[in-house]
């Protein structure tokens, strides 16, 4: 069973709310990622990160934010949600230093912008 | 740009039978091309993975075949099970990234 947790599981908020998806790993890992997935599968990288106060833009533009303050908390902000931002957001995180290997999902958040 | 093209999307197999998956990318620098299971309601979790040194490797039932030259891989699932129905998506990743397939829904039926 991978170490690695999001919350809230499910999450309903009205536009213009402000939210943050919570990501939290305890084995240690280095890199962290926050996926996108549509409601049909494709999973879009949105933000990775490769260690403390490192943070990256993936590949799908997004309009959140994350930070990287410490190594096991990898939390994603949306300032003002839309209805365009419903979508479920997985966060996964791998070790290995420059060796690429396993990552590890949590069970996502299913977010729905009302 | 899809860096990592994954077919089919959809693909219905007898139990007992064959499941091929195809993928294919385009940046040479991807060093490691793991396939994930999803199933519903559960985040990914890694099946099988290859690095691009060798040519196949086989866990169980599970076998990726990769084609360096190509730059395509593959996941084989033999005598499929009912069990084996998920979302099954390739990745490839650099030091920098895991980019994932477009992702291939897989039914066994009985």
């Excluded at chain 2, 998956?21 to 559960?42: H, L, M, R, S």
């Excluded at chain 2, 086989?58 to 499929?80: P, V, Y």
Aim: glycine share 8%; with cysteine.
């Amino acid at each position: 069973e991978a170490d690695i947790y999001q919350t809230p599981r499910y999450l309903v908020i009205g536009t213009g709310k402000k939210i943050t998806l919570e990501c939290s790993q305890t084995m240690g890992h280095d890199k962290m990622y926050w996926y996108q997935q549509d409601p049909g599968m494709e999973l879009h990288l949105i933000h990775y990160s490769y260690g403390v106060n490192s943070t990256e833009k993936g590949d799908l533009s997004s309009e959140s934010t994350v930070s990287r303050i410490r190594t096991e908390h990898f939390p994603l902000t949306l300032e003002s949600a839309r209805p365009s931002h419903t979508s479920q957001y997985l966060c996964a995180s791998s070790g290995g230093g420059t060796l690429n290997t396993e990552a590890f999902f949590g069970q996502g958040t299913r977010l729905t912008v009302v | 740009q899809q860096q990592v093209k994954q077919s089919p999307q959809s693909l219905i197999v007898q139990k007992g039978g064959i499941s091929i998956i195809n993928c294919a990318y385009e940046n040479t620098a991807f060093d490691y091309f793991p396939w994930y299971q999803q199933f519903p309601g559960k985040g990914p979790a890694l099946l099988i993975a290859i690095r691009p040194d060798v040519s196949e490797k086989k866990e169980g039932r599970f076998t990726i075949s990769f084609n360096k030259s190509a730059k395509q891989f593959s996941l084989h699932i033999m005598d499929s099970q009912p069990g084996d129905s998920a979302t099954y998506f390739c990745a490839a990743s650099n030091p920098d990234k895991l980019i994932f397939g477009t992702g291939t829904r897989l039914q066994v039926f009985p």
